[in-house]
Nanobody
Framework: QVQLVESGGGLVQAGGSLRLSCAAS????????MAWFRQAPGKEREFAAD????????RYADPVQGRFTISRDNAKNTVYLQMNSLKPEDTAVYYC??????????WGQGTQVTVSS
């Protein structure tokens, strides 16, 4: 059974940092792109960042560009999201996703990030 399990969320003050992890099990994801999405209260889920299979290319949504860094460790089947200079508007449930031929086909259950002002 394929599983993506996020961890590392929590409550942090504005300006602080958090590092999210997404551990995959059930199959290897070392040959597919991975991504982080987020969903704020009352809003639709939105793209935050993604990374190609090798880790050499990453893309970021404008609101997180320059503050968030996505990375991966294929030996551990894990992808990370380092979040710095957090803002209250970064408050959301953060989800990791794995790419499939038909789109982002595997999703984790999400981890809550709350940034207080």
């Amino acid at each position: 059974q394929v599983q993506l399990v996020e961890s590392g969320g929590g409550l942090v003050q504005a300006g602080g940092s958090l590092r999210l992890s997404c551990a995959a099990s059930g199959r290897t994801f070392s040959n597919v792109a991975m991504a982080w999405f987020r969903q704020a209260p009352g809003k639709e889920r939105e793209f935050a960042a993604d990374i190609n299979w090798s880790g050499r290319r990453a893309r970021y949504a404008d609101p997180v560009q320059g503050r968030f860094t996505i990375s991966r460790d294929n030996a551990k089947n894990t992808v990370y999201l380092q979040m710095n200079s957090l803002k209250p508007e970064d408050t959301a449930v953060y989800y990791c996703a794995a790419d499939t031929p038909t789109g982002w086909g595997y999703w984790g259950q999400g981890t809550q990030v709350t940034v207080s002002s």
